[in-house]
């Protein structure tokens, strides 16, 4: 029996996603998309007539009127035929374009046999070491309340912000979000740009890495490839590169 895909339901592939999320074991970009309704089409995949993976399509949003696949999942048994599973998923979903985690373990393959006009969109970082840069005089202040930031980090939605200030002036501020999957949080900063490379901006992920671990999150970041400050300032706190966010299109004859 040849593979087959069919539409499905978020509940229906619900134990599809906890073994992609458990095979991912990172920072998953994506992942809140499932939950906003209205935002993603859910397909099944199957072989011989038994359920063997999922496809995902974003549709609303940045995806609106841009059919996008940002994830496609086959159990290991079926992985002998991901090109076939894959094909059947593109041909009923009609989606035109790809937004891929480069560090899953399928989808970026189909990206490369199926895809063009690729293009780097993000930078996608985990956290590899502790570091202990100097304050510089600063002062770290929260600007978001304890009960906040965890009422955040229960529903998996906002987070937690920080202002670093040096004799009263503000120079940097930054935090994290928890709209990933548990137990990831995403780092953000901006340096106030008559006070960069002082080290404040260093200074400023590395504690709000240590915040984040403080509240048992694991803290993560993305950046503009193009962004060279930026990579540079995650890596010195302790941030290593460890997959891409490609895009491409998809073309139909």
């Not at 063997?52 to 841009?66: C, E, Q």
């Not at 969109?121 to 985990?126: D, T």
């Not at 920080?162 to 990831?184: I, M």
Request: aromatic share 12%; with cysteine; proline share 7%.
């Amino acid at each position: 029996m040849p593979a087959s895909t069919i539409p499905s339901t978020l509940d229906d592939i619900q134990l599809f996603r906890d073994e992609y999320r458990r095979e991912m074991n990172c920072q998953i970009v994506h992942d809140s998309l499932h939950v906003r309704p209205g935002w993603t089409v859910p397909y099944r995949v199957a072989a011989d007539g038994e359920p063997a993976g999922y496809g995902s399509v974003a549709v609303a949003g940045p995806w609106k009127d841009k059919p996008t696949i940002f994830e496609f999942y086959v159990l290991p048994a079926y992985r002998h035929r991901a090109f076939e599973l894959f094909e059947s998923f593109l041909a009923t979903s009609d989606a035109r374009f790809f937004e891929v985690q480069t560090n899953e373990t399928i989808l970026p393959v189909m990206l490369h046999a199926f895809g063009r006009d690729f293009a780097t969109e993000k930078i996608v970082f985990e956290d590899g070491l502790t570091t202990h840069h100097p304050a510089g005089g600063s002062v770290l202040q929260p600007i978001t309340s304890e009960p906040e930031i965890l009422a955040a980090l229960k529903r998996r939605g906002g987070g937690g912000e920080w202002r670093l200030e040096v004799d009263g002036t503000a120079v940097a501020e930054g935090g994290f979000l928890f709209h990933y999957n548990e137990p990831y949080a995403d780092v953000y900063m901006e340096v106030n740009e008559a006070y960069r490379r002082r080290g404040y901006g260093t200074y400023l992920v590395q504690e709000l890495k240590r915040k984040c671990r403080e509240l048992g999150a694991v803290p993560c970041a993305r950046c503009n490839p193009d962004n060279v400050a930026s990579r540079k300032t995650l890596q010195k706190a302790g941030f290593i590169p460890c997959a891409a966010i490609i895009t491409a299109s998809i073309p139909r004859d």
